[in-house]
């Protein structure tokens, strides 16, 4: 790699992460291509991939406070609560341990279909209380919300929120609404708004980002898409570089990457000048399994830079800091050290700028080692 050449007086370009979040909307209906066969591949490769299905609550946590998610987070969502959201969508997501959002605008529960229902309140609160899909609205109607009067439009916002934690389990909250054929303004925002849903969902087709408006959020296409296609669009082509071994290599980029405004990017790698250790730039997930993992590093070349890089790695038996001298090694991997992690302790390597030069944020290489159950999922590489 060629040698970078820093300097205090240097203009950086501070440009953000990607910090993309996958959140796909399906219809579970035959009219949209649907098919027990094709979603069951679809979840069958996030399973094979080390994907992991997350709450809206679990997104929405990442988006406004910086929680960490577990490896390659994604949300699924479906929209119209069709019955085959009792034949297929419930049963093979169960079946995998995954879970999903299930927008349903009040007239579609417990509504005659084809000589049989749709799912009613009992199904929709076993369900939700099972983890495995969480009832959210699209409305009362299902009408275009911009062509209704204010009254009708804050209607089927606020009232169908309220029949929703109505006939829902005790304490449920309704925080999230999907609008009909993707169809909103600024004024059924305000409203949205107003009726105290944390977020709303529209038909935009791209991945959710830390800045996407909490009221104007993307949503992926799935419905009838091929497993290629599927790949395409969830970003599975986009993932970095294979690390050498078994393991993950993370970019500084993604959803688990953070970083304070002291830090800047050039040339793919994460910048910040010697301060006093208040700037910060790492990696906060959560493993896919308990136990031990090796942890590898590397950076590129760089003038001016620090002998004393500050590595701060959280784990189950609390904090390590170990200092890197960022003027011997450059590109290759090189290993930190192995650290215990539990499920309910996030990975977290940080770097710092309390140093003796710049500091550089590269790559890092998460390698499981030793781990109790390794055989019940495969290794493959963020």
């Given at each position: 790699?060629?040698?970078?050449?820093?300097?205090?007086?240097?203009?950086?370009?501070?440009?953000?992460?990607?910090?993309?979040?996958?959140?796909?909307?399906?219809?579970?209906?035959?009219?949209?291509?649907?098919?027990?066969?094709?979603?069951?591949?679809?979840?069958?490769?996030?399973?094979?991939?080390?994907?992991?299905?997350?709450?809206?609550?679990?997104?929405?946590?990442?988006?406004?406070?910086?929680?960490?998610?577990?490896?390659?987070?994604?949300?699924?969502?479906?929209?119209?609560?069709y019955l085959d959201m009792r034949y297929i969508v419930y049963p093979l997501l169960k079946e995998r341990d995954l879970n999903a959002v299930n927008f349903a605008h009040i007239i579609a529960i417990n509504?005659?279909?084809?000589?049989?229902?749709?799912?009613?309140?009992?199904?929709?609160?076993?369900?939700?209380?099972?983890?495995?899909?969480?009832?959210?609205?699209?409305?009362?109607?299902?009408?275009?919300?911009?062509?209704?009067?204010?009254?009708?439009?804050?209607?089927?916002?606020?009232?169908?929120?309220?029949?929703?934690?109505?006939?829902?389990?005790?304490?449920?909250?309704?925080?999230?609404?999907?609008?009909?054929?993707?169809?909103?303004?600024?004024?059924?925002?305000?409203?949205?708004?107003?009726?105290?849903?944390?977020?709303?969902?529209?038909?935009?087709?791209?991945?959710?980002?830390?800045?996407?408006?909490?009221?104007?959020?993307?949503?992926?296409?799935?419905?009838?898409?091929?497993?290629?296609?599927?790949?395409?669009?969830?970003?599975?082509?986009?993932?970095?570089?294979?690390?050498?071994?078994?393991?993950?290599?993370?970019?500084?980029?993604?959803?688990?990457?953070?970083?304070?405004?002291?830090?800047?990017?050039?040339?793919?790698?994460?910048?910040?000048?010697?301060?006093?250790?208040?700037?910060?730039?790492?990696?906060?997930?959560?493993?896919?399994?308990?136990?031990?993992?090796?942890?590898?590093?590397?950076?590129?070349?760089?003038?001016?830079?620090?002998?004393?890089?500050?590595?701060?790695?959280?784990?189950?038996?609390?904090?390590?800091?170990?200092?890197?001298?960022?003027?011997?090694?450059?590109?290759?991997?090189?290993?930190?050290d192995t650290f215990t992690f539990d499920a309910e302790t996030a990975l977290s390597v940080m770097v710092n700028n309390n140093a003796d030069g710049w500091v550089v944020v590269g790559d890092l290489w998460?390698?499981?080692?030793?781990?109790?159950?390794?055989?019940?999922?495969?290794?493959?590489?963020?």
């Open positions: 790699m060629k040698k970078i050449v820093l300097s205090g007086a240097m203009m950086f370009v501070a440009i953000l992460c990607w910090a993309e979040v996958p959140i796909t909307l399906y219809h579970a209906h035959p009219n949209f291509n649907f098919t027990e066969e094709m979603f069951a591949e679809h979840l069958d490769f996030l399973v094979d991939n080390d994907y992991h299905t997350v709450t809206l609550d679990e997104f929405m946590d990442w988006r406004l406070e910086g929680e960490p998610l577990p490896l390659r987070p994604i949300v699924l969502t479906f929209d119209d609560n509504r005659p279909d084809n000589d049989d229902f749709r799912p009613d309140w009992p199904e929709l609160i076993q369900w939700e209380e099972e983890g495995v899909l969480y009832t959210e609205s699209h409305s009362w109607n299902h009408e275009h919300l911009t062509e209704l009067s204010d009254d009708d439009a804050w209607f089927e916002i606020n009232d169908s929120k309220i029949e929703i934690e109505q006939n829902m389990m005790p304490g449920k909250e309704c925080k999230y609404l999907a609008y009909p054929y993707g169809d909103y303004d600024q004024q059924i925002i305000d409203k949205t708004e107003s009726a105290g849903y944390v977020a709303a969902f529209t038909t935009i087709n791209e991945k959710a980002h830390r800045d996407s408006p909490l009221y104007e959020m993307p949503r992926i296409g799935t419905d009838g898409v091929s497993l290629e296609g599927f790949k395409e669009r969830i970003g599975f082509y986009d993932l970095p570089a294979d690390p050498p071994a078994e393991g993950w290599a993370l970019e500084n980029e993604g959803p688990h990457f953070w970083y304070d405004d002291g830090f800047t990017s050039e040339n793919g790698y994460m910048y910040c000048e010697p301060g006093d250790g208040s700037e910060e730039a790492g990696w906060k997930l959560y493993l896919p399994e308990e136990g031990e993992y090796r942890l590898h590093v590397r950076w590129p070349e760089v003038s001016q830079a620090a002998s004393d890089t500050p590595f701060v790695i959280r784990h189950s038996e609390g904090e390590s800091t170990l200092e890197m001298n960022q003027q011997q090694q450059s590109d290759d991997w090189v290993e930190l998460i390698e499981p080692v030793d781990l109790t159950s390794v055989c019940d999922w495969q290794l493959y590489h963020y």
